[in-house]
């Protein structure tokens, strides 16, 4: 009965264990959402700007270096992007490795079902009896 526990209690451990890797794969997510956000508006502040000076006719060797510069920002959040995709897989396979582990205590844990404890019949009490005896008479 003790080795049931301890495998209770390792499925215990490894389910919360999952649900922090999951926690994490989530929060990493979100981070790239975010990141895919900041992206979004150096793309649309890259896309004014040229479209301004190529409309102005104005468009200046100085202009290329600022582009160049909002272009190496998204490289930079690409990069972080990268990154952080590794840090998901890594998590998924942390998370796969948790999974068959839980897969083996499953496989081990004795799937016959315990007994309920039996009743026990009683007889209901007999109401006691009336004296007949009665000397009041």
Known sequence: MADFFDKLKKGAK?????????????????????????????????????FNEVKAGTFKEELKESLKKVVDEIDALDSEIAKLNGEIAKLNED???????????????????????????????????????????
């Open 14 to 50: 490894e389910a919360t264990e999952k649900a922090g890797i999951l926690a994490k794969i989530t929060g990493l997510k979100a981070q790239i959402g975010n990141i895919n956000l900041k992206k979004d508006g150096l793309f649309k502040e890259l896309g004014k700007v040229f």
């Open 95 to 137: 998370l796969k490795k948790v999974s068959e582990k839980d897969a083996e205590i499953k496989e081990a844990t004795p799937t016959e079902q315990i007994e309920e404890p039996k009743q026990i019949e009683t007889k209901p009490e007999e109401p006691p009896k009336e004296n007949k005896n009665n000397s009041q008479g």
